[in-house]
């Protein structure tokens, strides 16, 4: 537990709730600009975490680094990961509704053909061309 007060970035926020700077000409989330500027760059595989779970925070004492599977691990210890009480409709892993979601989709789909495909058309936009440009 920390002993200190959060500093918090301010700027508006991403949809994850960080706040996000410049640093170099690039666009990172200001909690690892905080660490960079006070600990150096941060090694390949590793991320910034937060000891006090405030995603503003750029106090450099509540910042350490670690793992993807060592910030989950961290995630569930603390009890901020999704539940179904937060998520009614996710259960152990697996949408209760899926069945029921994708056959609305399909149905959608099929109601909304010919505008879909005019905007695809429109906008050249294929699932192959989506999938390029996104990796």
Same mark, same amino acid.
Request: glycine share 8%; net charge positive.
């Given at each position: 537990?920390?002993?200190?007060? %959060? ?7 991403? /949809? ?9 000409? !690039?666009? &990172?989330?200001?909690? *690892?600009?905080?660490? &960079? ?11 910034? =975490?937060? #000891? %006090?779970?405030?995603? !503003? %925070?750029? /106090? ?11 910030? &989950? ?12 009480? =937060? ?10 509704? #899926?069945?029921?979601?994708?056959? !609305?989709? !399909?149905?959608?789909?099929?109601? /909304?053909?010919?505008? &879909? ?6 906008? *050249? ?6 999938? #390029?440009?996104?990796?």
């Amino acid at each position: 537990m920390t002993t200190t007060v %959060c500093v918090e970035a301010t700027g508006a926020t991403n /949809n994850s709730g960080y706040v996000s700077t410049r640093l170099d000409g !690039k666009r &990172i989330g200001a909690h *690892r600009a905080a660490y &960079i500027k006070a600990f150096g760059e941060i090694p390949l595989g590793q991320y910034v =975490l937060h #000891k %006090c779970d405030n995603r !503003k %925070c750029i /106090n450099t004492e509540h910042l350490f680094l670690g793992t993807q599977a060592e910030n &989950i691990q961290d995630m569930v210890a603390k009890g901020r990961q999704a539940t179904e009480e =937060l998520l009614p409709q996710w259960k152990g892993g697996v949408w209760k509704d #899926k069945e029921q979601r994708l056959a !609305k989709m !399909k149905a959608y789909y099929a109601l /909304n053909r010919e505008r &879909i495909q005019a905007q695809q058309k429109e906008y *050249r936009l294929t699932y192959k061309r989506k999938k #390029k440009e996104i990796t």
